[in-house]
């Protein structure tokens, strides 16, 4: 379906439909008004010239219905004609801005649902100017696309009814009319062409700069603490030099559009009049009756073509859009239900493997987190460590192997109630520009503040929350940085804690920070184990997390080289496979 219908069908049909009919009506009022004009002039003109023509047979049609034609009469359904077409456009227009603001919004409702429901593997291929592009500038030009397209319409049925009433008048002036406004758009298509070709070209690279900013702002730190910025304001002043080279040709387009078509439609009128003069031995009325409706046909015509031109430059931000959100919706998280999520006695992986692209990342891995009990999986950078914790949340499915929550299969569990058992800490945390509380919250209003004190208690943040004058409605700043490194970790973990998790996950998330506050936190982290009995999961290659593991799984190049029981002092070689009665598994 074309690009036009999908976003006219963006709007509820009954706004459509009165829009639709207003806008007809009010063709249809601007056209008696402008046909009164000929009896006007009628009744106006000389004896001798009222008795014959097209104007003087619309008198005598009127008097046959007691209608006697004077001045004030056609005066006043002229006037009262221009003046409903305007009521009628403007209720219809009130309309059409309430439709462009829900089109806009639609789509943009419409992205942040696929976005929230994609995998994580769609996250992980899009860069994020891509997205903010999307949520931003081409929601706003599908709402401009929508408004250019209703004037369109509101033009393309103001020339329907201009042709009709050239046809009451003359089949001849409804043909030249049509044959006059063909030939202009056609002689002018070619600026619309351009402007179409030219937004595509700006659309990539408007994507292509909000991209690198994006990724430039985020590092920007560095970057300008090495003076290595100048490789970027090079790249960012050619993407600016050619967005700007599009928006210069789609503005020359529209304008070359709008100036060549009085000159051409002066000289068609010209050619008309002396058509109609020379050849039709038309009266003056009836010429410059024919005169006045040829204009407002041909221009209206070429406002039509305006409006189309208005919409294919903001038709490639529909388009944009809608890619987008069909990628997302294609990587939809396959939720459709599936068992109540339970972890009351361990997490098993079992002969899991698991691929990128037909590249190996996990190789048959085997062994057991017990419930309630601090477990490391240790490795250097690159053994996959925090691919397994991905799996283990539902964001990537194992290639091959099982991953078993008390013995049943995480594929038959409801992945998000599953995740919502689950408090996870990435190694970049992220805090956003808001209080302390919206921060641990994350602005779910289900959350109390006793709730908030309470994670921060668990987390070991209390203590430095409540010296801050503002407390936990302190706002941390752009990342966090009013806070130092173990107190933006910290609340992190109050995040992860305030809806009371059975599992928490830490992904190298004391890897920043020097051993002092690392081991105050790990320290911290197994207190809480011990007095609640959660089930801790550190994914880490630091030695604090090593030493402080009850399960320690030693993992090199995607394989469990050796996993070490302290709760009973054994440690099973990565050649040894684990019974199921045994508290931790083994690799093959």
């Given at each position: 379906?074309?690009?036009?219908?999908?976003?006219?069908a963006?709007?509820?049909?009954?706004?459509?439909?009165?829009?639709?009919?207003?806008?007809?009506?009010?063709?249809?009022?601007?056209?008696?008004?402008?046909?009164?004009?000929?009896?006007?002039?009628?009744?106006?003109?000389?004896?001798?010239?009222?008795?014959?023509?097209?104007?003087?047979?619309?008198?005598?049609?009127?008097?046959?219905?007691?209608?006697?034609?004077?001045?004030d009469?056609f005066?006043?359904?002229?006037?009262?004609?221009?003046?409903?077409?305007?009521?009628?456009?403007?209720?219809?227009?009130?309309?059409v801005?309430?439709?462009?603001?829900?089109?806009?919004?639609?789509?943009?409702?419409?992205?942040?649902d696929?976005?929230?429901?994609?995998?994580?593997?769609?996250?992980?291929?899009?860069?994020?100017?891509?997205?903010?592009?999307?949520?931003?500038?081409?929601?706003?030009?599908?709402?401009?696309?929508?408004?250019?397209?209703a004037?369109?319409?509101?033009?393309?049925?103001?020339?329907?009814?201009?042709?009709?009433?050239?046809?009451l008048?003359?089949?001849?002036?409804?043909?030249?009319?049509?044959?006059?406004?063909?030939?202009?758009?056609?002689?002018?298509?070619?600026?619309?062409?351009?402007?179409?070709?030219?937004?595509?070209?700006?659309?990539?690279?408007?994507?292509?700069?909000?991209?690198?900013?994006?990724?430039?702002?985020?590092?920007?730190?560095?970057?300008?603490?090495?003076?290595?910025?100048?490789?970027?304001?090079?790249?960012?002043?050619?993407?600016?030099?050619?967005?700007?080279?599009?928006?210069?040709?789609?503005?020359?387009?529209?304008?070359?559009?709008?100036?060549?078509?009085?000159?051409?439609?002066?000289?068609?009128?010209?050619?008309?009049?002396?058509?109609?003069?020379?050849?039709?031995?038309?009266?003056?009325?009836?010429?410059?009756?024919?005169?006045?409706?040829?204009?407002?046909?041909?221009?209206?015509m070429?406002?039509?073509?305006?409006?189309?031109?208005?919409?294919?430059?903001?038709?490639?931000?529909?388009?944009?859009?809608?890619?987008?959100?069909?990628?997302?919706?294609?990587?939809?998280?396959?939720?459709?239900?599936?068992?109540?999520?339970?972890?009351?006695?361990?997490?098993?992986?079992?002969?899991?493997?698991?691929e990128?692209?037909?590249?190996?990342?996990?190789?048959?891995?085997?062994?057991?987190?017990?419930?309630?009990?601090?477990?490391?999986?240790?490795?250097?950078?690159?053994?996959?460590?925090?691919?397994?914790?991905?799996?283990?949340?539902?964001?990537?499915?194992?290639?091959?192997?099982?991953?078993?929550?008390?013995?049943?299969?995480?594929?038959?569990?409801?992945?998000?109630?599953?995740q919502?058992?689950?408090?996870?800490?990435?190694?970049e945390?992220?805090?956003?520009?808001?209080?302390?509380?919206?921060?641990?919250?994350?602005?779910?209003?289900?959350?109390?503040?006793?709730?908030?004190?309470?994670?921060?208690?668990?987390?070991?943040?209390?203590?430095?929350?409540s010296?801050?004058?503002?407390?936990?409605?302190?706002?941390?700043?752009?990342?966090?940085?009013?806070?130092?490194?173990?107190?933006?970790?910290?609340?992190?973990?109050?995040?992860?804690?305030?809806?009371?998790?059975?599992?928490?996950?830490?992904?190298?998330?004391?890897?920043?920070?020097?051993p002092?506050?690392?081991?105050?936190?790990?320290?911290?982290?197994?207190?809480?184990?011990?007095e609640?009995?959660?089930?801790?999961?550190?994914?880490?290659?630091?030695?604090?997390?090593?030493?402080?593991?009850?399960?320690?799984?030693?993992?090199?190049?995607?394989?469990?080289?050796?996993?070490t029981?302290?709760?009973?002092?054994?440690?099973?070689?990565?050649?040894?496979?684990?019974t199921?009665?045994?508290?931790?598994?083994?690799?093959?």
């Amino acid at each position: 379906m074309p690009a036009a219908f999908r976003l006219a069908a963006l709007v509820s049909p009954v706004r459509s439909f009165w829009i639709l009919v207003c806008l007809l009506f009010a063709g249809a009022a601007e056209g008696l008004g402008i046909a009164s004009l000929l009896p006007v002039i009628v009744v106006i003109n000389d004896p001798g010239e009222a008795g014959h023509g097209k104007g003087a047979k619309m008198v005598a049609f009127l008097e046959k219905f007691g209608i006697h034609p004077t001045l004030d009469l056609f005066l006043l359904v002229l006037v009262g004609g221009m003046a409903t077409k305007a009521i009628l456009t403007l209720v219809a227009m009130n309309q059409v801005g309430y439709a462009t603001a829900d089109v806009a919004t639609k789509v943009r409702l419409g992205l942040v649902d696929a976005l929230v429901q994609a995998r994580w593997s769609f996250f992980i291929r899009q860069p994020i100017g891509r997205l903010s592009a999307a949520i931003g500038g081409e929601a706003s030009q599908t709402g401009q696309a929508y408004g250019a397209l209703a004037q369109f319409v509101s033009h393309f049925l103001q020339v329907l009814v201009y042709v009709a009433i050239a046809g009451l008048f003359s089949w001849q002036l409804s043909i030249l009319s049509i044959v006059v406004g063909m030939f202009i758009m056609l002689t002018l298509n070619r600026f619309v062409t351009s402007a179409r070709r030219t937004a595509k070209q700006q659309r990539k690279r408007v994507r292509g700069l909000l991209g690198a900013m994006t990724d430039l702002l985020v590092g920007i730190k560095p970057i300008k603490a090495m003076g290595r910025q100048a490789r970027f304001h090079a790249l960012f002043r050619r993407d600016v030099r050619v967005i700007s080279n599009a928006t210069r040709k789609q503005e020359f387009a529209k304008q070359t559009n709008r100036a060549l078509q009085e000159p051409i439609l002066a000289v068609c009128l010209a050619v008309g009049i002396y058509v109609g003069i020379s050849y039709f031995k038309m009266s003056a009325s009836e010429v410059v009756i024919m005169a006045l409706i040829l204009a407002r046909t041909v221009s209206t015509m070429g406002k039509a073509q305006q409006d189309w031109q208005t919409y294919v430059i903001a038709e490639q931000g529909f388009e944009a859009i809608e890619e987008t959100i069909s990628a997302a919706r294609a990587m939809r998280e396959p939720n459709e239900g599936g068992l109540p999520p339970h972890f009351e006695r361990d997490i098993e992986f079992r002969d899991v493997v698991f691929e990128i692209e037909d590249t190996r990342i996990i190789h048959g891995v085997s062994f057991t987190v017990p419930r309630g009990r601090v477990t490391t999986i240790h490795g250097t950078s690159g053994a996959g460590k925090t691919t397994l914790v991905d799996l283990l949340l539902g964001l990537h499915k194992p290639t091959e192997g099982q991953i078993l929550i008390d013995g049943t299969n995480l594929a038959d569990f409801d992945l998000m109630a599953w995740q919502k058992f689950t408090g996870y800490v990435p190694q970049e945390l992220m805090l956003f520009h808001d209080t302390i509380a919206e921060n641990v919250t994350l602005g779910q209003p289900e959350f109390t503040r006793e709730d908030v004190e309470r994670a921060l208690e668990q987390a070991g943040a209390m203590d430095f929350v409540s010296k801050i004058p503002e407390g936990i409605d302190t706002v941390v700043g752009e990342r966090g940085a009013r806070l130092s490194g173990g107190q933006r970790q910290r609340i992190a973990i109050a995040r992860a804690l305030v809806h009371q998790p059975r599992l928490l996950i830490l992904d190298e998330a004391t890897t920043a920070l020097d051993p002092a506050t690392e081991a105050a936190i790990v320290a911290n982290v197994c207190r809480l184990s011990e007095e609640t009995g959660l089930t801790v999961l550190a994914i880490s290659h630091q030695p604090a997390w090593a030493r402080a593991a009850q399960h320690l799984i030693h993992l090199k190049a995607g394989q469990v080289a050796e996993i070490t029981d302290r709760t009973k002092e054994e440690t099973t070689p990565s050649n040894q496979k684990a019974t199921n009665a045994a508290p931790v598994g083994a690799a093959e």
